[in-house]
C-alpha cells in the first residue's frame, strides 16, 4: 500500500497521524503540520498565514507568514523543507504581501506584492536568497505610468521560471 503525505497549516495545532490506514473504503493520509500560528518561524512569531500555500514536487513548502493579523501586516515569504527554513523574505516596511505564492521545482518563488500606499502592486519571483525579478507592475498613478493600472494576486510560475498573471488597464483585464 502506497502512503502518502499532505502537508497543512494549522491555526489551531492539532495534530493527528494516521499510517496509511483505508477507513470506510478511503485512503487516510498521513498529515504533518507545516507551521502553526504562536510558535516561532525564522524572522518572527507568525500570528497569521496567508491562504494560498504552494508545494513542490520535492515536498518543499511555500507560503506567506505574518508576524501581525490583518490585510496589511507585511508578510514574509517562507520556504520550508522538512521543518529547514530555506528563505525568509521579508516584504518590506511599505509594502505587503498578497496571500498567495506558488512554487516551482526550481525552488522559484512567484507572489503579487502591494505598496501599503497603493500606489504600485508587483509580481515578483524570488530566484534565491530572496532576490529576484518584478515580473510585471502596475500603478494607479498617473505620475508614475506602468503597464498596468494593477497586477492582480495569484499568478502562477512553471518549472522553467515563465510566470503568468492578470492586471488591469481602465476597465479592461489582461492576462
Given at each position: 500500500m502506497?502512503?502518502?503525505?499532505?502537508?497543512?497549516?494549522?491555526?489551531v495545532f492539532l495534530t493527528?497521524?494516521?499510517h496509511g490506514s483505508i477507513v470506510f473504503g478511503?485512503?487516510?493520509y498521513d498529515l504533518e503540520i507545516v507551521a502553526r500560528t504562536g510558535a516561532p518561524l525564522g524572522g518572527g512569531t507568525p500570528a497569521a498565514f496567508g491562504q494560498g500555500?504552494?508545494?513542490?514536487?520535492a515536498g518543499k513548502v511555500?507560503?506567506?507568514?505574518?508576524?501581525?493579523?490583518g490585510t496589511q501586516a507585511n508578510g514574509r515569504i517562507m520556504l520550508l523543507n522538512n521543518g529547514v527554513i530555506e528563505e525568509d523574505c521579508a516584504v518590506g516596511a511599505l509594502a505587503s504581501a498578497s496571500d498567495a505564492v506558488q512554487v516551482n521545482n526550481n525552488d522559484q518563488i512567484i507572489f503579487r506584492m502591494y505598496s501599503n500606499d497603493g500606489l504600485f502592486s508587483d509580481v515578483v519571483r524570488l530566484d534565491d536568497n530572496c532576490s529576484g525579478p518584478i515580473l510585471g507592475r502596475g500603478s494607479m498613478s498617473s505620475q508614475f505610468p506602468q503597464p498596468f493600472d494593477v497586477v492582480l494576486p495569484n499568478p502562477a510560475v512553471n518549472n522553467t521560471?515563465?510566470?503568468?498573471?492578470?492586471?488591469?488597464?481602465?476597465?479592461?483585464n489582461f492576462m
Open positions: 502506497r502512503k502518502t503525505t499532505v502537508r497543512l497549516f494549522s491555526l493527528f497521524l494516521f478511503q485512503q487516510v500555500a504552494s508545494i513542490n514536487d511555500a507560503f506567506v507568514a505574518r508576524n501581525v493579523a521560471g515563465r510566470g503568468v498573471f492578470s492586471g488591469d488597464v481602465g476597465s479592461n
